[in-house]
């Protein structure tokens, strides 16, 4: 389990493909890697991906066909920049909301404009997903915790502060970018039951 605040910036220092899986060996800057364990769980642009080996500042992961089908990991390219969040600790804080690191589709960026000193971004999401987005409702967009500020037919707008812009990779958005999308938890377990008819 993640909050959405991301700790660091990588990158992927290499990619090694296997019989059509791929092992990603991830360089961090900031975050320290001292208290990671082969393993232990790491949030990477959204997805929550096994450290299988740590060296220094540097770790490993195998990410699987399925995943590479399902999100943006199949892009990376050596240099690519990744959020990175280790997983939550009992006892730490909940800064953004609950993140599982579970992606549940790739988003496409429609528009980004200045809004005083923050950025709006406008990002169009495959329909299925459109239902579970609701106005003032938490969206993980490359593992980032943001507030949706609006819902239109299949597309959804965020502000990014000059903050989040800085400290995560979202600042380098552009029309065209692809993003790994997590709905709300809440708004997928709300659904789930919504749908299934009540027993007697």
């Known amino acids: 389990m993640f909050t959405g605040i991301i700790q660091d910036v990588g990158h992927v220092a290499s990619l090694d493909t296997r019989a059509g899986d791929v092992r990603l060996v991830i360089t961090c800057d900031a975050l320290d890697l001292a208290g990671v364990r082969i393993g232990d769980s790491i949030c ?20 699987s066909r399925e995943t590479l089908n399902l999100t943006t990991l199949a892009d990376f390219t050596a240099g690519t920049l990744v959020n990175l969040e280790p997983a939550l600790r009992a006892g730490d804080a909940l800064g953004g909301h609950l993140v599982s690191g579970h992606v549940d589709g790739v988003a496409q960026v429609l528009g980004v404009s200045d809004d005083a000193r923050s950025t709006r971004v406008l990002i169009g999401v495959p329909r299925a997903l459109a239902r579970y987005l609701a106005s003032k409702g938490s969206v993980a967009v490359d593992g980032v915790s943001l507030t949706i500020n609006a819902v239109e037919d299949a597309s959804f707008g965020v502000n990014l502060i000059p903050h989040t812009q800085a400290v995560t990779t979202l600042g380098r958005l552009a029309p065209g970018t692809r993003v790994n999308l997590e709905i709300d938890q809440v708004a997928r377990y709300v659904a789930r039951l919504l749908a299934v008819p009540e027993v007697n």
Do not use: H
């Open 44 to 63: 990477v642009q959204g997805c929550c991906l096994t450290a299988t080996e740590v060296s220094g500042k540097s770790f490993a992961a195998d990410v």
